[in-house]
């Protein structure tokens, strides 16, 4: 359907106040022009200067009066171009014209025609709240979404038979794949086989050896905190993975190994900065901080903690009460910072620096065996039913099954009425941003008489805080499309594994990076004709 000669495209605006140019430059000196002169320009602009504000309705709280007394006080004070914002804040209690209701609808109506009339130009934010592109309209299957997995280990030769657990719902499969175990995956130090200490009074240190994510430990925020593991037994490191509760940590971590005259000396120092919990700066916000060294063998080993804050973005309850929920030291390979490369979790203030998403270069395996060759990630969807049963011939071996899809990142438009609020539309979709586009703006345009709207120039995209997504509809495809290689053995990096090699996982994940922010720029903020 098609409403309009336009162009499907997004405006970026500000609040912008219009200035009349108040000096001149000449011969390097500034002359002021003649203050009534000045003042005039600010009382009765010229009719070229177009002065715009933002004309927000704030929690339903408007009625079709109002907007024509608020229409006509802009006339009267020279503005001729206003942007409504259907803005939903809890701090301001709701009103009894729901949006979307008809009641709504006749008030659009109304602004619009009166607006006509009055010579205002009128801009409508392209979805309730300011931020960003969302509604009711938008349904799982056209939200941003990311590729979630389930994992399932069976040893061979045997066959399989059964029914694989999808990780979330709602879930679009995507691909079934299987690859070898890699060698000494899940040899880590436990409660078992090491004890866990500190020179300062911590209570229940041992929660971060039991295996149990449900279990807290909270660290003091003062000056350095150490954490000591002494294994029974002499111990080979190559990873290290922490997970946290809902509790900011921001610190530097020095991960030091215990020497034969009984010092401690720095092996890998790395940040955890775990600070926002909000899906809006990462879909899976408990997602754990993986971090990768040169394997090292010793029994003794430390973790140094010191707090940081955040210099362009202070948050005053980073380190108020930071804890850890486990501490996971292994002897296996693991790809480094997964998360944050996958886009799971995204750097935490607005204002990130170029190296904030740069990753310091991995350490490659001493060992083959204990990272995954791409030729062994075998594509098992054909194998898939529709009632998720997999039929397998399962090799010999030990093998982990994932079963990949995608499910919304759950973010969705606000700051906006319940009655207004849905999915973020999918930002890789020239399809999924039409639906939404027709979702709300195609509605007004078709509600709406051609002669009462004439006014209606502008729609208007506020500020984009809808974190990231890394899958869409025919993803795989485009990306092999774009980069000359099949994607689908390297997509167990989404969830940390090591393909081939870390560098290779790494630009893999880049290359995924890169195909999404083109797909963002063209697909959603470029946008398609209507």
Same mark, same amino acid.
């Given at each position: 359907m098609r409403y309009l000669n336009l162009k499907y495209l997004f405006i970026?605006?500000? %609040?912008?106040? =219009?200035?009349?140019?108040?000096?001149?430059? /000449?011969?390097?000196? =500034?002359h002021q022009v003649d203050r009534k002169q000045l003042l005039k320009g600010f009382v009765t602009p010229a009719d070229s200067i177009q002065t715009a504000v933002y004309w927000y309705w704030i929690s339903d709280n408007i009625s079709k009066e109002g907007i024509v007394k608020d229409l006509h006080a802009m006339k009267g004070a020279g503005i001729n171009r206003a942007f409504i914002g259907n803005i939903g804040l809890e701090s301001v209690r709701y009103? $009894?014209? #729901?949006?979307?209701? #008809?009641?709504?609808? &006749?008030?659009?109506?109304?602004?619009? #025609? /009166?607006?006509?009339?009055? @010579?205002?130009?009128?801009?409508?934010f392209n979805s309730p709240g300011w931020s960003q592109s969302g509604g009711p309209w938008v349904k799982a299957e056209n939200a941003m979404r990311y590729l979630a997995s389930s994992q399932t280990k069976v040893s061979g030769p045997t066959t399989y038979s059964s029914t694989l657990p999808k990780p979330n719902e709602p879930f679009q499969d995507v691909k079934v794949l299987a690859f070898p175990k890699p060698k000494l995956a899940g040899e880590i130090l436990t409660n078992g086989k090491a004890t866990i200490s500190s020179p300062l009074a911590i209570d229940n240190l041992g929660n971060l050896l039991d295996g149990d994510t449900a279990t807290t430990t909270y660290l003091p *925020?003062?000056?350095? %905190?150490?954490? @000591?593991?002494?294994?029974?037994?002499? +111990? !080979?490191?190559?990873s290290l993975i922490l997970q946290y509760p809902k509790s900011p940590i921001y610190a530097n971590i020095d991960f030091q190994v215990q020497r034969e005259d009984g010092q401690y000396t720095s092996h890998h120092s790395f940040e955890i900065d775990r600070t926002?919990?909000? !899906? *809006?700066?990462?879909?899976?916000?408990?997602?754990?901080?993986?971090? /990768?060294?040169?394997?090292?063998?010793?029994?003794?080993?430390?973790? #140094?903690?010191?707090?940081?804050?955040? @210099?362009?973005?202070? @948050?005053?309850?980073? $380190?108020? $009460?930071?804890?850890?929920?486990? =501490? /996971?030291l292994s002897s296996?390979?693991?790809?480094? *910072?997964?998360? &944050?490369?996958s886009l799971a979790k995204m750097h935490p203030t607005p204002l990130p620096k170029a190296s904030d998403y740069r990753w310091e270069v991995?350490? &490659?395996?001493?060992?083959?065996?204990?990272i995954v060759s791409p030729d062994k990630v075998l594509d098992l969807t054909q194998n898939l039913s529709e009632d998720g049963t997999l039929k397998w011939e399962v090799p010999a071996g030990d093998w982990i099954i994932l079963r990949t899809g995608m499910t919304p990142t759950g973010v969705k438009n606000n700051p906006a009425s319940p009655e207004a609020t849905g999915f973020e539309v999918d930002k890789m979709s020239k399809a999924h941003a039409e639906k939404h586009f027709y979702g709300h703006i195609g509605e007004i345009l078709e509600r709406v008489p051609p002669e009462d709207r004439k006014s209606f120039k502008v729609v208007v995209q506020d500020s984009y805080e809808k974190g990231g997504q890394n899958i869409s509809d025919g993803f795989l495809d485009e990306f092999q499309e774009t980069y000359g290689y099949d994607?689908?053995?390297?997509?167990?990096? +989404?969830?940390?594994?090591? =393909?081939k090699s870390q560098q290779t996982s790494d630009r893999f994940l880049w290359d995924m990076r890169r195909l999404v922010a083109d797909k963002v720029a063209y697909d959603y903020v470029g946008g398609c004709e209507i």
């Open positions: 970026l605006t500000t %609040v912008c106040i =219009i200035l009349v140019s108040g000096c001149t430059n /000449t011969n390097n000196r =500034i009103g $009894n014209v #729901k949006m979307l209701s #008809k009641e709504w609808w &006749e008030c659009i109506h109304m602004a619009l #025609k /009166t607006a006509t009339e009055l @010579d205002i130009e009128i801009g409508v *925020n003062i000056g350095e %905190v150490i954490i @000591d593991i002494e294994a029974k037994e002499s +111990f !080979i490191a190559r926002k919990f909000s !899906i *809006n700066v990462g879909f899976k916000p408990l997602a754990p901080l993986q971090v /990768t060294f040169e394997a090292i063998e010793s029994k003794n080993f430390r973790l #140094k903690f010191n707090y940081l804050k955040h @210099d362009n973005w202070p @948050d005053p309850n980073a $380190n108020k $009460n930071p804890g850890l929920s486990e =501490i /996971t296996a390979v693991v790809l480094g *910072n997964y998360a &944050e490369k991995q350490s &490659e395996p001493d060992d083959l065996s204990l994607p689908t053995p390297f997509l167990p990096t +989404f969830e940390g594994v090591v =393909i």
